[in-house]
């Protein structure tokens, strides 16, 4: 029995570390395909509040019709049964991500750390996202899938002493407490309509409706945004990333725009908020309402071959739940560049 648990815990790791590895080399196979690249950081700090949501990172990779004809990625094939045949789409996207997302306690030097539910755990998550985007003149649908790892094998901890010791920030002490290691995924479903559009095409109003289900999260919402600026026609599609922290929406072609959005939604469960629980019965998840409100305002701009996008992001309004909000408030940017 020893012999098996000990083939067990080695098959496991083994399993982690090859998930890991590929979220790692990810970018690197896909250089020669790409027809647009992303790198997003998103922090709380940047909105002022350093708690709660530490750091965030993720690089994306897009195929257009324009160069590389987008195909549904491996993953996405799972959800292209959510998506209609009926009519011919404008342009096809196929999206891909790779992205460490980590949370820490308010206090990294208290040893022993504040636990849940009274403060986040220490915790990261790797992972590899799929996603494939349809887009027809006044509305775009979104499916992805998403597969993940928290734990030892998300990296997290190395990634935070590396970026701490570069500034000469406080040493996190406590990392040995972080959420145990877990195999995670989450499957998404979205679209977005261009319902309103102004004389002359200088701004329009999008309605979104989206629902997702898995480990990393499970939600539910309707969202509204509403844009100003030049050449959103071709880029109204990217909206459906304003809920998701892997990128924010996008200017191409030296278009910009600023937006506002609201949105209103149900959330189910979230990973860092209610824990790794197939391996961590014991954890105190932190409570929150599953009813959420929030908002997101941003700004973006293209020039040449280059874009720039800055947001602040708010999507839990609820006073009730400080520990929940201070993990859905941060601000973020992402610069993006065609490929060569």
Same mark, same amino acid.
């Given at each position: 029995?020893?012999?098996?648990?000990?083939?067990?815990?080695?098959?496991?790791?083994?399993?982690?570390?090859?998930?890991?590895?590929?979220?790692?080399?990810? @970018?690197?196979?896909?250089?020669?395909?790409?027809?647009?690249?992303?790198?997003?950081?998103?922090?709380?700090?940047?909105?002022?509040?350093?708690?709660?949501?530490?750091?965030?990172?993720?690089?994306?990779?897009?195929?257009?019709?324009?160069?590389?004809?987008?195909? &549904?990625?491996?993953?996405?094939?799972?959800?292209?049964?959510?998506?209609?045949?009926?009519?011919?789409?404008?342009?096809?996207?196929?999206?891909?991500?790779?992205?460490?997302?980590?949370?820490? @306690?308010?206090?990294?030097?208290?040893? &022993?750390?504040?636990?849940?539910?009274?403060?986040? @755990?220490?915790?990261?998550?790797?992972?590899?996202?799929?996603?494939?985007?349809?887009?027809?003149?006044?509305?775009?649908?979104?499916?992805?899938?998403?597969? *993940?790892?928290?734990?030892?094998?998300?990296?997290?901890?190395?990634?935070?002493?590396?970026?701490?010791?570069?500034?000469?920030?406080?040493?996190?002490?406590?990392?040995?407490?972080?959420?145990?290691?877990?195999?995670?995924?989450?499957?998404?479903?979205?679209?977005?309509?261009?319902?309103?559009?102004?004389?002359?095409?200088?701004?329009?109003?999008?309605?979104? %409706?989206?629902?997702?289900?898995?480990?990393?999260?499970?939600?539910?919402? #309707?969202?509204?945004?509403?844009?100003?600026?030049?050449?959103?026609?071709?880029?109204?599609?990217?909206?459906?990333?304003?809920?998701?922290?892997? %990128?924010? @929406?996008? %200017?191409?072609?030296?278009?910009?725009?600023?937006?506002?959005?609201?949105? #209103?939604?149900?959330? #189910?469960?979230?990973?860092?908020?209610? *824990?790794?629980?197939?391996?961590?019965?014991?954890?105190?998840?932190?409570?929150?309402?599953?009813?959420?409100?929030?908002?997101?305002?941003?700004? %973006?701009?293209?020039?040449?071959?280059?874009?720039?996008?800055? #947001?602040?992001?708010?999507?839990?309004?609820?006073?009730?739940?400080?520990?929940?909000?201070?993990?859905?408030?941060?601000?973020?940017?992402?610069?993006?560049?065609?490929?060569?």
């Amino acid at each position: 029995m020893t012999i098996n648990l000990h083939l067990y815990d080695n098959l496991k790791s083994l399993l982690f570390a090859s998930l890991a590895l590929c979220c790692v080399i990810g @970018p690197n196979l896909a250089q020669a395909e790409g027809d647009y690249y992303l790198l997003t950081i998103d922090n709380d700090a940047l909105v002022g509040e350093d708690t709660g949501y530490t750091n965030g990172l993720y690089f994306t990779w897009v195929d257009t019709p324009a160069r590389n004809k987008a195909k &549904p990625g491996l993953l996405s094939k799972v959800m292209l049964w959510s998506l209609s045949d009926s009519d011919e789409p404008v342009l096809d996207y196929s999206i891909k991500t790779i992205g460490q997302t980590m949370i820490t @306690p308010d206090d990294i030097e208290l040893d &022993p750390p504040i636990s849940p539910p009274d403060d986040f @755990p220490y915790g990261g998550l790797l992972f590899y996202s799929d996603s494939f985007l349809k887009v027809y003149d006044k509305h775009a649908d979104r499916i992805s899938v998403t597969i *993940g790892v928290v734990g030892e094998y998300s990296f997290a901890e190395e990634s935070q002493k590396f970026v701490h010791d570069i500034i000469s920030s406080d040493e996190p002490c406590c990392w040995d407490t972080q959420l145990d290691d877990e195999i995670v995924f989450r499957v998404y479903r979205g679209r977005v309509w261009r319902s309103w559009i102004a004389d002359g095409g200088s701004a329009d109003l999008l309605l979104g %409706a989206d629902a997702e289900l898995g480990t990393i999260q499970s939600s539910a919402g #309707a969202s509204m945004v509403i844009r100003y600026g030049a050449g959103l026609k071709q880029t109204y599609a990217t909206v459906t990333m304003v809920n998701d922290r892997t %990128a924010n @929406p996008i %200017a191409v072609d030296n278009g910009w725009f600023v937006y506002a959005g609201l949105r #209103a939604g149900y959330l #189910a469960n979230q990973i860092f908020l209610d *824990g790794s629980k197939s391996y961590d019965d014991d954890f105190d998840e932190i409570e929150y309402t599953n009813e959420t409100l929030g908002y997101s305002v941003g700004l %973006a701009y293209a020039w040449e071959n280059w874009s720039l996008t800055l #947001a602040v992001n708010d999507l839990n309004v609820n006073e009730d739940d400080e520990d929940a909000e201070n993990y859905l408030q941060y601000g973020t940017f992402t610069v993006g560049w065609r490929g060569g």
